[in-house]
């Protein structure tokens, strides 16, 4: 018998919550935010908003469905399974932190504060959850099949995002290593990192750097199985070079590095808490993502 679909409701703390943990009380934390200007009535107006929304969701799962709940901090440690509806209740942001731990899922977004997010991810208001949740969970839910990006290790590490992967240094130091493009010859080059990414982080990072070199290149759509990478702030020096510093990964295709650092660090969609570590000598390979993310339409 197969098991009743569970809804999985992702969330994070909000700033009001944060505040609290580090001040004690509500009066510390209006104090704190009087001293730079700030009203600690708009931040709880904010966080009850987003409770209400977490709230509205809990209430829309069918009876006959399991439910729990995982905060962002939590997600590493959580155990996603292949019968679960995962609702991501909070910002565009949150869709893509939680996207590297699925492995073909249905997401449903829900904005718990609109207007303040763009909605990329989290298209869906509170009030729609009660129909889109047992629509996600049939065979005939519409779904946007969005490219994922994928960084592996010659030692077996691994590690997947929504927007973009960076390769570079921990801090402010000279990455070094060697980019195989696919060209005859690998370049040796020293930057302050390259980026690799899809068509949903083509409207962030990624476009950014797209921007700033007024590059020509065409940026991939979101559900294009296809890879934007670009170096950032390449160096010429009589031994390295800097003839390749941008370019585009089909499906199959893949960017290649092998480090000549003491520490490179790779990381996806921002969260530098959760890298690969890649030392002297070793490669790392960029490549467009077996796994893809079923946003619900």
């Known amino acids: 018998m197969s098991l009743a679909p569970r809804a999985v409701l992702v969330h994070r703390r909000t700033e009001y919550e944060e505040l609290l943990a580090r001040h004690g009380t509500h009066g510390q934390a209006a104090f704190f ?9 708009e931040v709880r107006e904010r966080h009850e908003r987003t409770r209400r929304a977490l709230a509205a969701v809990a209430g829309a799962v069918p009876l006959t469905w399991r439910q729990t709940r995982v905060e962002r901090a939590d997600l590493d440690r959580f155990l996603f399974g292949p019968e679960d509806v995962v609702v991501v209740v909070g910002q565009d942001g949150l869709v893509a932190n ?65 927007n973009e992967i960076y390769v570079g240094p921990p801090g402010h130091q000279t990455a070094r290593y060697t980019l195989d493009a696919g060209d005859p010859e690998p370049e040796p080059q020293a930057s302050s990192g390259v980026l690799a990414g899809t068509g949903t982080g083509a409207t962030g990072w990624l476009r950014s750097l797209w921007q700033q070199r007024s590059s020509g290149l065409a940026l991939p759509s979101p559900t294009e199985p296809r890879l934007a990478w670009f170096v950032r ?25 092998t480090v000549e650092s003491d520490r490179l660090v790779a990381f996806g969609d921002g969260v530098e808490s959760d890298t690969l570590d890649l030392t002297w000598g070793q490669t790392v390979r960029l490549s467009v993502a077996d796994t893809r993310l079923r946003l619900v339409s």
């Open 233 to 257: 702030e390449a160096w010429p020096s009589p031994t390295t070079g800097t003839s390749r510093v941008e370019g585009v990964l089909g499906a199959g295709q893949g960017l290649r590095l």
């Open 98 to 162: 939680t996207a590297k731990y699925l492995a073909g899922q249905p997401v449903v977004g829900i904005d718990a504060d609109p207007g303040r997010n763009a909605g990329v991810l989290v298209r869906h208001r509170p009030a729609d959850a009660r129909k889109l949740l047992p629509y996600a969970a049939g065979d005939g839910a519409a779904a946007d099949e969005l490219t994922m990006v994928a960084a592996a290790t010659d030692d077996g590490q691994r590690l997947l995002a929504l």
């Open 33 to 41: 935010l009087a001293a730079r200007g700030r009203s600690a009535d």
